[in-house]
């Protein structure tokens, strides 16, 4: 017999990541999804019984303890055994972070199935997401709190990414984009981020020039308007308060390097976006 609860939000917008959909799902006998494509990315934890998932032209037997991921737009299919059906609970989920947490687990598009041994420990914490599901903005901040708990989760089961087929020179260009990405909005330089990667100044600019084919400089200014944009965009915050948002002690100097950079002083950007 089916047995089937799950929560399904509303609204899919979000900006780092957020809860799509949760739940628990006992098959009957042969019950079939697909072949069809989801937006977002689904982990499915088997529980109990076998089933088949299918995806890129390979099928995967699957069994109780196995985890199996769904990539955004990416045709699958998945089917419960005829014996044995599976019983899983999955969560769904998307945003600007769910790419890179996602690549820091085993799951990668070619083999998209983890075998580790969870215990009950990631069953309980999809189950956790799900028992606080509701509508309000305070349920919805405690199913991404717990989100992040469960690909903390996985995470941890995974293999360290030690940049294994990168150069020397790319593995210094991630690291010193990892730290301006989470760093822009402080008054940080080039040699912050130097250092972060053990590297000298000259040796950063001669990596980024190499692997981005742009200087560090281009691309910490780069990540900051962009991040300027976004909050012109939607708030009604001032200038100088965006400005220190993204790591411009001086509004002036803000002002001079946004409109060098969009030909447009931050507040005609902003009457211009609103008038779009």
Request: charged fraction near 25%; charge should be positive.
């Amino acid at each position: 017999m089916e047995n089937k609860y799950y929560f399904r939000t509303d609204s899919k917008e979000t900006d780092t990541i957020s809860v799509y959909n949760v739940g628990y799902e006992k098959c009957a006998p042969l019950h079939k999804w697909g072949s069809g494509v989801w937006d977002h990315y689904l982990i499915h934890h088997i529980v109990g019984g076998k089933g088949i998932y299918t995806v890129g032209g390979k099928s995967y037997k699957l069994k109780t303890g196995d985890t199996f991921l769904i990539y955004p737009n990416t045709e699958i299919t998945y089917i419960a055994d005829a014996e044995e059906p599976w019983s899983y609970y999955w969560i769904g989920f998307n945003g600007s972070d769910a790419e890179r947490l996602v690549a820091q687990t085993d799951f990668t598009p070619e083999s998209p199935i983890i075998s580790a041994d969870f215990g009950d420990e990631l069953k309980n914490s999809i189950k956790a997401a799900y028992d606080m599901s509701g509508r309000h903005t305070s349920d919805m901040l405690k199913m991404t709190g717990q989100l992040y708990i469960t690909l903390g989760l996985i995470i941890s089961r995974s293999r360290p990414k030690n940049g294994s087929g990168q150069s020397r020179a790319e593995r210094c260009v991630r690291r010193a984009q990892t730290y301006m990405k989470f760093n822009y909005a402080m008054n940080i330089g080039i040699k912050d981020a130097a250092d972060y990667a053990g590297v000298s100044r000259t040796t950063l600019y001669r990596a980024f020039i190499g692997v981005e084919n742009i200087s560090p400089v281009r691309y910490l200014t780069v990540l900051r308007m962009n991040a300027a944009k976004r909050l012109l965009e939607s708030t009604a915050l001032p200038v100088r308060t965006v400005a220190r948002s993204v790591g411009f002690e001086d509004a002036m100097y803000f002002s001079r390097v946004f409109k060098n950079e969009e030909k447009l002083s931050p507040t005609e950007y902003r009457r211009r976006f609103s008038l779009s």
